[in-house]
Every structure is written in C-alpha cells, then in structure tokens.
C-alpha cells in the first residue's frame, strides 16, 4: 500500500465534507450511541466560525488546552481553519447547552517530533484565547491490548445511511497489538491500533477525537483518561469504514512529557 502524506490524505477527507450539512460524503461513528447532556463534557468541536459546523473533534485537557490532530489543526482552507473550539456541545454545529462554551483558538502548537511522511506523533495542541469553565480530561498511561476505550464524534450512525448525526456519538472499540494495523505502512510505535469488529467504527473526520478509557464509576467522569486521538482510518484507503478493519489513532502516552512542557510554559 503506497504512503502518502498524513496531513494532505486527512485534509483531503475534512475538505470533503465541506460547510454543507447535506453532504453524503461524511463518514463518521458507525455503531455507536449518542451522547446524552452532562455526560464527557471535555469533548471538543473544533470550527472555522463560533456557531458553524464541527468538522473535526479535540478534547479539552488543561483550562488553555485542546488536544487534537495536525490534520485538524492545518490551516487547509479558510472554511476549515481551527478558529474556534466548541465544548461540551453535544451538536455538530451551533450551541446546545448553558453550560457549553465556544472559545477563540488563539494559536496551534504542532509535537515537536511530527512526521509529515508518516503518522508519527501526529497530534497538536490548540491554545485557547480564554479560559475555559469546564473541568479538562485527564491524560492516561498505554492501554494494553485487549482494552476497551471509547471514541467520540459527529455523523453517520450506521454504514448504509449518508446523513450525519447532529448529535454527539460514541462508539466502545478494542485496543489491538500494532502488528493487526500493519496494513498501514507508515505504522509506528507512537500508533494505537484499535477497533476491527465490523459493524463499529471510526472514520474519516472523527479526526482529532479523543480515545477515552472509561474509570470504574459510569456515573462519573472524573477517573475518564485519554489514551489516544483518532488518526487514520481504513476509509482513507478506499476500504470503506465498519468493514472489519481496524483504524490507527495516536497514542497520547508518548506525548506527555512535551504536553507538561506545554502546560508549564503557560504559567
């Protein structure tokens, strides 16, 4: 399978969802559920204008901080700028909550190790221009193989219908050992494989989302941790999403010590 440019494949998928609500060409979620007010309040929307569309996902870690992808964080088109981030809104554009925000992204903050030419610690970090009220994530250790993590975002809720949701989706998906995603060329060690049962997936712009391993009480979030943020999916090679094969995301554990470096120098 050829390698191709990380952050061209995934603006090419953003780019083509467009500003338009009706387009068919949107795959997100497959085989997940809504999110329901209250609940992972640190989940992000990231958009070009306060009350357009989310076209990618983030998720708050810090008070200043949102945690994405490059590929969401890339100036591709002025109808794609990262200009704002949307938390704990659980629409896909617009406001839907009092106590939701939407704040100015005041620059981006690409890892310092990033490869463009493959998918190696392809995550970035959003600064917002105001502090925000909600309560950030936590950021976790590895996830082992075998563990079950959660990924969020917008859209298309099962593979034969074109629409996407308006509403916030999670789907729960397996974390695999890296060698079951090494259809991926550009696989690294810095990669999280996860998913591969059919009928539950990630795809195209789910892109920046956070992977969340849930803590022991389901009526709490307070012990959540973020494991990963979504990256590439099987869709980007004409595969089709929800079909069995699994998707590679980034894994966070190799970022923490740039993050905390991040963090310290906003003090």
Request: aromatic share 6%.
């Amino acid at each position: 399978m050829k390698i191709f440019n990380v952050v061209a494949a995934i603006a090419i998928a953003i780019a083509s969802v467009g500003v338009n609500a009706d387009q068919t060409s949107r795959r997100l979620i497959v085989g997940g559920e809504s999110v329901i007010e209250g609940q992972f309040n640190y989940t992000v929307g990231i958009r070009a204008y306060a009350n357009g569309r989310s076209n990618c996902g983030g998720v708050l870690i810090h008070e200043f901080l949102v945690l994405t992808s490059v590929g969401c964080a890339t100036n591709v088109s002025k109808e794609l700028q990262p200009r704002f981030a949307a938390i704990n809104q659980k629409i896909v554009d617009g406001t839907d909550s009092k106590t939701g925000e939407v704040i100015e992204v005041k620059r981006v903050i690409f890892h310092p190790m990033y490869d463009d030419n493959k998918v190696t610690n392809e995550i970035a970090l959003l600064v917002l221009e105001n502090k925000s009220r909600i309560k950030p994530a936590k950021l976790g250790s590895d996830p082992k193989p075998g563990s079950k993590v959660w990924a969020f975002g917008w859209g298309r809720t099962d593979s034969s219908h074109d629409y996407p949701s308006r509403t916030l989706q999670r789907v729960q998906l397996e974390v695999k050992a890296n060698d079951l995603c090494d259809m991926y060329e550009m696989l690294t060690a810095t990669n999280l494989c996860v998913g591969g049962e059919e009928g539950k997936d990630v795809c195209n712009n789910d892109y920046g989302g956070p992977l969340i391993a849930e803590g022991a009480d389901k009526n709490s979030n307070d012990d959540d941790r973020v494991v990963g943020i979504i990256g590439l999916g099987s869709g980007n090679y004409g595969e089709g999403c929800a079909i069995g094969v699994p998707s590679l995301s980034t894994r966070t554990s190799f970022a923490l010590n740039w993050i905390n470096e991040v963090i310290n120098s906003l003090k």
